[in-house]
């Protein structure tokens, strides 16, 4: 089992940043992708940014070039930087990681972002 333990949304002007964190604990050394999905109100979970363990990064297109996706193994965290925020970047952003030995998927609990214009 891999524990997610997400931090750092909140309420943001448009144009402004915020620097979301993603602490990993349990069966950390079988996690090659970590990553980030979002759900804005009445919508489907959609792809944000991921990374794998070799340092390979895909972004979704609407966030290509404001958000960047970081991840430090020794301390099993992942961050995602997210610069000039768009009303469009509200929603509930989630934490994931994929367990390549098994298959499993694991999520955090979610966090709040809130982007005013």
């Known amino acids: 089992q891999v524990q997610l333990v997400e931090s750092g949304g909140g309420l943001v002007q448009a144009g402004g940043s915020l620097r979301l964190s993603c602490v990993a604990s349990?069966?950390?050394?079988?996690?090659?992708?970590m990553g980030w999905y979002r759900q804005a109100p009445g919508k489907q979970r959609e792809l944000v940014a991921y990374?794998?363990?070799?340092?390979?990064?895909n972004y979704a297109d609407s966030v290509k070039g404001r958000f960047a996706v970081y991840r430090y193994n020794v301390a099993n965290t992942a961050y995602l930087q997210m610069n000039s925020l768009k009303p469009d970047d509200t929603a509930v952003y989630y934490c994931?990681?994929?367990?390549?030995?098994?298959?499993?998927?694991?999520w955090g609990q979610g966090t709040q972002v809130t982007v005013s214009s």
């Open positions: 994931y990681a994929h367990d390549s030995t098994n298959g499993s998927d694991y």
């Open positions: 349990g069966r950390i050394f079988s996690i090659n992708i």
């Open positions: 990374i794998t363990t070799g340092g390979s990064r």
